[in-house]
């Protein structure tokens, strides 16, 4: 069973930063292409980046594109999201999820994801 954890949302004004961190385990992280997506209240969830699985590739929102950078730490076993020039209507709950396939490419899709962490709150504040 895979397990993800996030951290590092909080509350912060428009225009700061914050970086949101997701640690795995439970199988072999390195092998999966891993996605963050979002969910503000009352909207459905949304698709916000992806990276593959050596860190070659990365996808992105065009929404958050040249605001926010996916990176990972195989090592490590995680996988990050750096948000800097945040907006208000960043808020929202922000989760990490990881691929269905080993060695696949950067995916938009949720429904390619099968592993899902439990998310972290982003509210900026204007």
């Known amino acids: 069973q895979v397990q993800l954890v996030e951290s590092g949302g909080g509350l912060v004004q428009a225009g700061g930063s914050l970086r949101l961190s997701c640690a795995a385990s439970g199988r072999s992280f390195s092998l999966y292409t891993m996605g963050w997506f979002r969910q503000a209240p009352g909207k459905e969830r949304e698709f916000v980046a992806s990276i593959n699985w050596n860190g070659g590739s990365t996808y992105y929102a065009d929404s958050v594109k040249g605001r926010f950078t996916i990176s990972r730490d195989n090592a490590k076993n995680t996988v990050y999201l750096q948000m800097n020039s945040l907006k208000p209507e960043d808020t929202a709950v922000y989760s990490c999820?990881?691929?269905?396939?080993?060695?696949?490419?950067?995916?938009?899709?949720?429904?390619?994801?099968?592993?899902w962490g439990q998310g972290t709150q982003v509210t900026v504040s204007s």
């Open positions: 999820a990881s691929n269905k396939k080993a060695f696949g490419s950067t995916y938009d899709s949720a429904a390619l994801y099968d592993y």
